[in-house]
Every structure is written in C-alpha cells, then in structure tokens.
C-alpha cells in the first residue's frame, strides 16, 4: 500500500508520518498492492482531526476522526476504516483483493457482525428545478436538511449540496 500524508495547519513530523504509516499499513491486508491511502491531518482550534480515504476498484473508503490528541486521532480511525470494510466484507470481497478476508486467531475484529441487507425506509419524488448553488443551500436551510439536490443552473447538470460538520458547505458535482 502507498500512502499520501499531509498536512494543513500543522507540519506533518517524521514521527507523525510514521505513526500514520504503521497504524494505517493494517489495513494493507486488505487492499491491492498498489492501493493509495491519502491521509490527511489538520488541527483547528483544539480539535486534531484525520482524514483517510482509500480509493480503490470500483470504490472509496473514508474515515475521520476529531480528538484532542493527533495520536489518538489516527488511532480511532483506522480502528472506525477497519469495521466499515468488515461490516461490509461480503460485498466488498470481489472489490478488494483475494484472500482479504482470511482471519488469523489473533485478530480483533473477525467477530464483527455484517450488515446483512441494505433497508430503503422511505422513497421520496421531487421536481428538481434549475438553480445557482446560492439558491440551493437557501433553499435547504429553509427545510432544515442537511443536503439538498437540485440542478444547477449554470452547469445544467444535477448536484447536492450540503452542511459539513464544520459550519460550511460542501458541493457535490457528478464526473463522467
């Protein structure tokens, strides 16, 4: 497995990075050889937040974590990307690479349950009218959503936006 580390408003250490390294390179069993995790440490005010996502065949894994300690931070979160890939073992093992699910005796987590079926509770229809981003994340504040999907009169194509945890606003734009 590869590994991106960075930083933002912090300076990644040697020690900082090699803790990432030999905490998230856990999870290499899981993954192709050439697989990326970008991991990406921040600090603000005082919260020590780490962001990993893992792209691979067909997917992304993503887990962060907000702690008063960088250390634990990186610690919770690759405990939090390691129960999401097992919870979802059966539908990720063709995703993944063989054999990634071979449990030794000692491993912790062989005993998580899988999510056995995913349940849609509710469907709902909507007209979507063209609108500016602006317009959208009013008009998602006025229903008190955390997101919104709407098509974007500039780009004419349909978007979602929403409230991230940290008070701003997130956009989401499809790629072809």
Known sequence: MKFKVSGKNIEVTEALKNKVISKIGKLSKFFQPEAEAHVT????KNRHIVEVTIPFNGGVIRGEVQEGDMYTSIDKVVDIVEKQILRNKTRLEKKL????FKFENGDAYRDIPEEKEFRVVRSKKFAIKPMTIDEAILQMNLIGHEFFVFSN???KEV???????????GLIEPEF
């Open 159 to 169: 978007n979602v936006v929403y409230k991230r945890k940290d008070g701003n606003y």
């Open 97 to 100: 690479h063989e054999g990634a």
């Open 153 to 155: 009169a500039d780009t």
């Open 41 to 44: 440490m921040s600090v603000e």
